[in-house]
């Protein structure tokens, strides 16, 4: 298993600006995951992240709003950008475990105002 | 595309209860199942998964599931719940071979009373 930690975990952003979470895994993964997690809703897939290539965004996700990194095979940043009331949410980064097994870190919780 | 979906939103049971969260997806083809869980203020973490094989599953903490291939279900149960077992329960879906994406159900929050 890999062990995944997130910073912020938690942050109060202004409409309009943006904030970059960090996502680190404790050993190497192909793939890496971000979700958006609302109260009271399912897991939504943002974009999937391979190291060295550009991220695949889900539909209704751009990469102009959620700009990814994966410099490595052990860390990825999502960008939410010019944020609005919106984007609220709870953000999750997850590592590929082989076979749809994933890893989740402990999320950030965003509330933008 | 695949779809999950997890009939109970709420479900709160006395201790020692039996607990069975009721889980279905739609795809044409063989699919990986998963469950996880998520406790309060704690991430999301795996309970059990089924890829192939006995379609009786036995995952951390006294949980099981079983796959039921003529019924697209996999249901998660356990013979007697504790309080500890309260938390947020996700059921997971993904077509076997090689990456494919995860979709996760609504999700069923389960409040044991001790």
């Known amino acids: 298993s890999a062990v995944i930690s997130q910073k912020p975990s938690r942050d109060i952003c202004q409409r309009g600006t943006s904030l970059t979470i960090q996502c680190q895994v404790d050993s190497q993964v192909t793939m890496m995951f971000w979700y958006r997690q609302q109260p009271g809703q399912s897991l939504t897939l943002i974009a999937t992240?391979?190291?060295?290539?550009?991220?695949?965004?889900e539909s209704g996700f751009v990469i102009d709003k959620f700009p990814i990194s994966r410099p490595n095979l052990t860390f990825s940043t999502l960008t939410v950008s010019n944020m609005s009331p919106e984007d609220s949410s709870i953000y999750l980064c997850?590592?590929?475990?082989?076979?749809?097994?994933?890893?989740f870190g402990p999320g950030t919780r965003l509330t933008v105002t | 595309a695949q779809s999950v979906s997890q009939h109970n939103h709420h479900v709160i049971l006395s201790e020692a209860a039996s607990l069975e969260l009721g889980c279905n997806y739609s795809?044409?083809?063989?699919?990986?199942l998963f469950w996880y869980v998520q406790y309060p203020g704690q991430h999301l973490q795996l309970l059990l998964k089924?890829?192939?094989?006995?379609?009786l599953v036995k995952g951390i903490k006294g949980f099981e599931a079983e796959f039921i291939k003529s019924k697209f279900s996999f249901n998660l149960r356990k013979p007697s719940v504790q309080w500890s077992d309260t938390a947020e329960y996700f059921c997971?879906?993904?077509?076997?071979?090689?990456?494919?994406?995860?979709?996760f159900g609504t999700g069923t929050k389960l409040q044991v009373i001790p």
């Open positions: 795809y044409g083809g063989t699919v990986n």
């Open positions: 997850s590592g590929d475990g082989g076979r749809g097994e994933q890893y």
């Open positions: 997971a879906v993904s077509p076997s071979g090689g990456y494919q994406k995860v979709t």
């Open positions: 089924y890829f192939s094989g006995d379609p």
């Open positions: 992240a391979n190291q060295g290539s550009e991220a695949t965004y």
